[in-house]
């Protein structure tokens, strides 16, 4: 049995994530604006919130640069540096979008409001949302925000660990109250192994967060083992797809049941997205 979810949820605002993998090329950005644009005519009446990643393989590239200047850069000037990444990934994405005609707005890491209680990532006791992201839907459809980054209630920008994105995305849907966070991948979901190196690899249509978080521990990084941990706190449904014609689904709950809506997800782009490995972006 394949996992479906509604197409159009219940809940006026959606939290669609697209990671590192998935935006590997400037194509790759033409075609997620393409997929967002389908969403948008079945769903016109909702709002939402694309939480991007920077452009596959930019983190590396930029920590690289870092490094070349100095062996041991502070953690403070690189989540500076790296934040650039994502910063772009934004601007690209909404321009895709005003050219297909969406009232679209790419905001940065302070607009996005995404704030931790705490003097560090690490040590934070509690996340705020600031007013101007829900503000952003006045005018627009479509809020295209940075992942893998939040603020400390100073203002510093902080990274949220490789694979970040995935837990920025999770904060933001439990605090705009959607009731799911989809997180787009380069690969449908879950395999009960690695499908490029096996295969015998059964897509898993549904699983439970211990389950997801367990084979996180063995190596799949599918998603990051925090934000599955948050979406399991907060009650958040997962939906883990990919933007290819027909690619299959996952969904974590808390029981690994179906508990979704009827109408499929799947979309089909433009482009061709290849389904790669299981690996985490930023």
Known sequence: ???????????????????????????????????????????????FVVV???????????????RRITKYPSQRVLDLLWSTGELR?????????????VPAVGLNV?????RLQGVSAEESSGIELSHHLQNAFEGFAVAVVPGFFATLMGGTIVSLGRGGSDLSAVLLAEKLQTGQCELVKDVGGYFSEDPNLSARAEHLPFISYEKALEM????????????????????????????????????????????????????????????ASLTASS
């Not at 669609?16 to 644009?37: N, W």
């Not at 991007?52 to 870092?66: H, M, R, Y």
């Not at 990934?89 to 895709?96: D, I, Q």
């Open 1 to 47: 049995m394949e996992a479906e979810v509604s197409d159009c949820p219940d809940n006026k605002i959606v939290v669609i994530k697209l990671g590192g993998s998935v935006l590997a090329t400037q194509e790759s950005y033409r075609s997620a604006a393409r997929f967002l644009v389908r969403r948008l005519h079945k769903c016109f009446a909702q709002r």
């Open 52 to 66: 991007v990643s920077a452009q596959n393989g930019q983190t590396d590239e930029l920590e690289g640069i870092a």
């Open 89 to 101: 990934s934004v601007a690209l994405l909404t321009l895709h979008l005003e050219k297909l005609g």
């Open 110 to 114: 302070h607009e996005t409001g995404l």
């Open 216 to 275: 996180a521990a063995r190596g799949c990084e599918l998603v990051q083992p925090r934000a599955i941990q948050a979406a399991r706190e907060a009650g958040l449904r997962l939906v883990i797809s990919a933007l290819g014609h027909n690619a299959p689904v996952s969904v974590v709950s808390e029981d690994g049941r179906r508990g979704c809506g009827s109408a499929s997800i799947n979309e089909t782009t433009a482009g061709s997205l290849s389904s």
